[in-house]
């Protein structure tokens, strides 16, 4: 296997008053590039502070994480940025979208710190808008869109950086079943052109058709995995 994302005895403990919160605790992962990995644990299991320290968001108090054979832990602040604003897209179960601004604003101002050209930015907003099938939203308040408009403007948000890959956290919570597989599907289908996704999700079912690998967290532990069917003939 081609590892691109590797974890090594990661481990993210929090100390709350006398004890000791074990969040994520000695979590080995290899992941490829071009894989589709389910995250999946109930509330609590540590699918947030996971994904969150994969994004370069959050550090780990014991452990490695590397990409392409770089830990991060070695990368400086600024290495540490560029990873953040280049190779990493996040979207989040609240979508997290500034009210006040259009869907438009929302994904151009991702590129703010992203050192693309001014002139570049407003045409690629407009591009992954309309990809997402969001042509007709471009003007509109985060208000005025649907739950499932609004995760599709989220996720332009985090592909306009073109990332290498996308983290998703609970993507699909807030969302009726029907938006909700419209975007499971989306992200399937983002990663057949060639994106790595990792999906947290406390809903099994929802993931199960589109992941290649299904990764079960309990109380921030590995505790099990199930490679599906879809997965094996992915190295494209
Ligand atoms: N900032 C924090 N301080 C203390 N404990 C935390 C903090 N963030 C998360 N935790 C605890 O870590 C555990 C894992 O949380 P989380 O990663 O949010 O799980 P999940 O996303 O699977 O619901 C939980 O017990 C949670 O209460
Ligand atoms: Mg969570």
Redesign the pocket.
Known sequence: MNVWLKTSGLC?H???GPQE????DNFDLEMRRGEFLALV????????????MLAGLDTPTAGTIEIEGTALSTMNRRELAAYRAHRVGMVFQAFNLIPHQTALRNVEMALYFNRTPVKDRRSRAIDILERLGLSDRIDHRPGDLSGGEQQRVAIARALVKKPDILFA??PTGNLDRENAAQIAALMSQLNREGLTVVV?T?DLHMMQEHAHRIIR?DY?RFAGETVLPAGTGADS
């Open positions: 993210r929090y100390r709350r919160v074990r969040a994520v644990g109930s509330s609590g299991s540590g699918k947030s502070t996971l994904l969150n956290d609970e947290a406390h967290l921030g």
